[in-house]
């Protein structure tokens, strides 16, 4: 078993990794979407796909921030983490992953559909296309987000994490992940 001083070191260089990897991240994803909208050669429907893939990461590292900010608060300061309160602060960024998670699939959905219908693909209508493509993404987050609405109570949480939280939901459930 640790200590609780070594504890903290090991939290202390986590914390560290993540912020190094939070600005890298943030810097990456916020030039694609600026070389996307400036450049025009860029404006394909992979383009506008991958443009907003970079979108909703930028948001989920944003969010990566405050499951940090609450895992600092217990870690240094005896802050306890109630899974109602993390839930609250947390649910945008669920839906965000989530969508995340669709995204990609759209991604790969995207490139299928112009491999098999090379010349109509190039035809859609973008607007009504993008709307049939990110239909099951939005109602997948939303239905995430329902799902962890309902099973909420305030337990004591080690951390603030939406992978945590399902974990915890699943062990308490009976079920695996």
Same mark, same amino acid.
């Not at 860029?42 to 609450?70: N, P, Q, R």
């Not at 005896?78 to 990609?104: H, W």
């Given at each position: 078993?640790?200590?609780?001083?070594?504890?903290?070191?090991? &939290?202390?260089?986590?914390?560290?990794? *993540?912020?190094?990897?939070?600005? @890298?991240?943030? =810097?990456? /994803?916020?030039?694609?979407?600026v070389?996307?909208? &400036? $450049? $025009?050669s860029?404006?394909?429907?992979?383009? %506008?796909?991958?443009?907003?893939?970079?979108?909703?990461?930028?948001?989920?590292?944003?969010?990566?921030?405050?499951?940090?900010?609450?895992s600092?608060?217990?870690? +240094?300061?005896?802050?306890?983490?109630?899974?109602?309160?993390?839930?609250?602060?947390?649910?945008?960024?669920? =839906?965000?992953?989530?969508?995340?998670?669709?995204?990609?699939?759209?991604?790969?959905?995207?490139?299928?559909?112009?491999?098999? =219908?090379?010349? $109509?693909?190039?035809?859609? /209508?973008?607007?009504? !296309? @993008?709307?049939?493509? +990110? =239909?099951?993404?939005? *109602? !997948? #987050?939303?239905?995430?987000?329902?799902?962890?609405? +309902?099973?909420?109570?305030?337990?004591?949480?080690?951390?603030? /994490?939406?992978? &945590?939280?399902?974990?915890?939901? %699943?062990?308490?459930? #009976?079920?695996?992940?």
């Open positions: 078993m640790l200590s609780e001083e070594t504890y903290r070191i090991h &939290r202390t260089i986590i914390y560290c990794f *993540v912020l190094f990897f939070e600005v @890298f991240g943030l =810097f990456g /994803n916020i030039n694609l979407v070389l996307t909208i &400036r $450049k $025009k860029l404006w394909t429907k992979y383009g %506008c796909i991958l443009a907003t893939l970079a979108t909703i990461h930028t948001l989920c590292l944003l969010y990566e921030l405050v499951d940090m900010s609450f600092i608060a217990a870690t +240094f300061y005896s802050y306890e983490i109630r899974r109602d309160v993390c839930f609250k602060a947390v649910f945008p960024y669920i =839906f965000l992953n989530s969508m995340q998670t669709g995204t990609m699939w759209i991604l790969s959905l995207d490139l299928l559909i112009t491999i098999i =219908f090379p010349l $109509k693909s190039r035809h859609f /209508n973008v607007p009504i !296309y @993008f709307s049939l493509l +990110f =239909f099951l993404p939005v *109602v !997948y #987050g939303v239905t995430a987000v329902i799902f962890g609405y +309902f099973y909420l109570d305030d337990e004591t949480l080690p951390m603030c /994490n939406p992978r &945590r939280l399902s974990i915890q939901l %699943c062990k308490r459930n #009976g079920t695996t992940s």
